[in-house]
């Protein structure tokens, strides 16, 4: 098992641990470093068998933590500090939350304790409980909201209670009515929490379209939620801190969506955080995986993988498998000029224009494109790629312009 | 009547108010004049308005104003011909100084041929583009990708693709301007004095067998060049041979001769002298992709 130290947005975690130290399952194996940055937890009964350098999903060998787990290890989680939370001031209960190393499981891995900790000049009024998934192909928050709602109450409860929230709306696409159905029977009588469905489309997902959808408000380019009031988790975040902070236990495992043309036997597995990706394709069924693409996350925002070493951190959420047929058919897809048909225009749900940005990004004009065509605005969801006529990468050149302007201000 | 006075009034009073503005302008222009060495125009005029900021300034402008002002030497210049920098001493009366020449240096050899791809990259066709997809789908986490975006950025043509997908550095031609050290994703350049012969083609921190079964002329760190150069020439940091360059006067072709990959090169004349027990590359086709190397 291999454990990156930055599965997290923020600092990356230290290790507690040494090299041929044995640990138990759910121990703390690394502390957080800093405000913005969680803790990291053994997700198996094993031996620290190195730290060192190990591939990452994004390409640069990063520092992680390489478990070998015992051929006994358990399921049971052997580490917990119960506590009692109705005690907790809203502080330790924001620090308890850090404690649990919990992070934002849609995929943007943002730590959940510095989400919920708003300024005190932001006064918060409504939680969103996002259980719109964020992509197609992926079913991992669909199956959790069926099988755990009264881990979600309790999640909810106590993230409204870290914020100050009076009331909670869970958001759940019109394609889940059976989620819906067991929602709505564990809905807290008191009338605090409260169900709404929204049409399915995507990017139904997304903070800022979620908010639009329930509360027609829109967050103003370049602020964020809490400015008109309003937090956004997702579910799986919040069923697992309704089963964790309980227990004061740590985030070990996930759900994964495992699917795709590619893969024998879909379906969304638990997955202990730091499973090799080569072990869950061969649990899930993928007979050969050279010759195929794999993508981590959804098939819009995804990245796809150089590597079958790259373990299942925090943040991944699905495992998408695409076969030889598929990689012909984009492979034969040659990007033609634009010829201004508007169609990427039509689709972005932030109002950009893409198009225009697209053209400068080509003249590598990326101060203009992040001042007066507001590339900050742009969450990559990958709409106008997916529609525009000339395949043009045009997220691909956004995340390149981003990250030199990022690299200017730094 | 009427009219003609109109006429007379109104051109009376633009003449009057034409009088006035011109009279302001003129009082402006003494009281806010700036005086500017009338050498900094001149001497811009001998610079080869390149603006490609390798001596160090804002641009060819700047670099005439500290010129004159005798913050910094003519001969930092180094796109100029030295014949054009000395006449430029000689025009402020200055020496020329010497400087150091200095050329970009990519710290990888691992071409298509040597190197493995674990994946193949599609998408945009730059360097930059790809190593936001996963590192760009080649086995080495810190080689290079490529696709040239080095030979895109430089503006003096110094920098060509070789046929194994490697940047080749025109040392006469390059001015050392720095653009392909700050275009690459894999910060493989870096600016080197040409007296530094002595030069590890490698930037692989992986262990040694990963970063051999990853490319078969990548430093795996055995140590042997540490050995045979110089105490405290050489040292191994990270799984990799760093030369330490204050002590480069000692450096030798004796520290590459039992180098096993041929990592480690003494730069020659444009010719990169590999140990003579490195392992001999006779392969030139690209190697296929390979999803399982370690």
């Known amino acids: 098992m291999i454990l990156p130290l930055a599965q997290h947005i923020g600092k990356p975690a230290v290790p507690l641990v040494r090299a041929g130290q044995e640990v138990i399952r759910g121990q703390p194996i690394a502390r957080a470093e800093g405000f913005l940055s969680v803790p990291i937890h053994a997700p198996a009964d094993g031996v620290v068998e190195a730290i060192e350098l190990k591939p990452s999903a994004r390409g640069p060998m990063v520092e992680c933590i390489v478990l070998r787990v015992y051929e006994a290890s358990t399921q049971e989680i052997r580490w917990s500090e119960p506590r009692d939370l109705d005690a907790l001031s809203p502080k330790e209960l924001i620090q308890a939350i850090q404690d649990t190393g919990m992070v934002g499981l849609g995929g943007a891995t943002f730590p959940s304790h510095a989400k919920l900790s708003v300024p005190a000049e932001h006064k918060i009024h409504t939680l969103i409980v996002n259980g719109c998934e964020c992509e197609p192909y992926l079913t991992c928050d669909h199956k959790l909201m069926r099988e755990h709602p009264d881990d979600l109450m309790t999640g909810a409860r106590l993230a409204m209670r870290a914020i100050g929230a009076e009331r909670a709306i869970i958001g759940v696409e019109d394609n889940k009515l059976d989620a819906v159905e067991a929602i709505r029977r564990c809905l807290p009588a008191d009338g605090r929490i409260t169900l709404q469905v929204v049409p399915t489309k995507y990017p139904q997902g997304a903070e800022k379209m979620l908010i639009k959808s329930l509360l027609d408000v829109e967050v103003p380019p370049g602020k964020l939620p809490m400015h008109v009031g309003v937090v956004v988790n997702n579910v799986g975040t919040l069923i697992q801190l309704g089963q964790l902070l309980p227990a004061g236990q740590g985030l070990t495992e996930r759900v994964v969506t495992v699917t795709g043309p590619g893969i024998k036997k879909p379906g969304d597995y638990w997955v202990p955080i730091g499973t090799p990706m080569r072990t869950v394709l061969e649990w899930a069924g993928a007979p050969d995986v050279s010759e195929r693409s794999i993508i981590l996350g959804g098939p819009m925002m995804g990245q796809a993988v150089a590597s079958l070493d790259v373990p299942v951190t925090k943040g991944v959420s699905g495992i998408l498998v695409f076969d030889q047929r598929q990689i012909e058919r984009t492979a034969a897809s040659k990007s033609y000029p634009c010829i201004k048909c508007g169609e990427c225009v039509k689709v972005c749900p932030m109002g950009l224009n893409p198009s225009m940005l697209g053209m400068l990004a080509a003249q590598r004009e990326y101060d203009a494109m992040g001042e007066h065509y507001h590339l900050g605005d742009c969450f990559e969801c990958g709409c106008c790629t997916y529609v525009c006529p000339s395949h043009i990468p045009l997220v691909q050149q956004f995340r390149v312009a981003k990250g030199i302007l990022r690299e200017q201000a730094a | 009547m009427e009219m003609m006075s109109s006429i007379v009034v109104a051109g009376a009073f633009m003449a009057a108010l034409g009088t006035l503005l011109a009279w302001l302008l003129a009082v402006a222009n003494k009281r806010l004049h700036v005086y500017e060495d009338p050498r900094i125009a001149e001497v811009e005029e001998m610079l080869p308005k390149s603006n490609c900021g390798a001596c160090g300034t804002a641009g060819c402008r700047n670099f005439a104003e500290q010129v004159v002002a005798g913050d910094i030497i003519p001969a930092k210049c180094t796109v100029n011909a030295p014949e054009m920098n000395a006449y430029i001493a000689s025009f402020l009366g200055v020496s020329m100084g010497e400087v150091e020449k200095q050329v970009a240096r990519l710290a990888c050899a691992g071409g298509s041929h040597v190197a493995y791809v674990r994946a193949n990259y ?99 760190a055995c140590g042997k060049c540490v050995m045979d150069a110089a105490p405290g020439l050489i040292r191994l940091d990270n799984n990799l041979a760093v030369i330490d360059y204050a002590k480069n006067p000692l450096a030798s072709p004796v520290a590459i001769e039992r180098c096993p990959t041929g990592a480690i090169v003494w730069l020659d004349d444009g010719q990169a002298l590999r140990g003579r027990e490195a392992k001999k590359i006779i392969r030139i086709e690209a190697l296929p992709v390979r999803a399982n190397v370690v």
Do not use: Y
């Open chain 2, 122 to 220: 599609k998408g945009l066709g730059t360097c930059r583009a790809a190593a936001t997809v996963s590192g760009g789908g080649k086995a080495c986490a810190w080689g290079c990708l490529g696709l040239g975006d080095c030979e895109v950025v430089c503006d003096f043509d110094a920098i060509t693709m070789n046929q194994f997908g490697l940047p080749v550095v025109d040392a006469d031609k390059c001015t050392a301007c720095g653009d392909c050290v700050d275009v690459c994703p894999k910060d493989l350049f870096s600016l080197q004095p040409v007296s530094h012969k002595l030069w590890v083609a490698c930037k692989s921190r992986a262990d040694g067998d990963v970063s051999e079964a990853q490319c078969q002329v990548a430093c795996t």
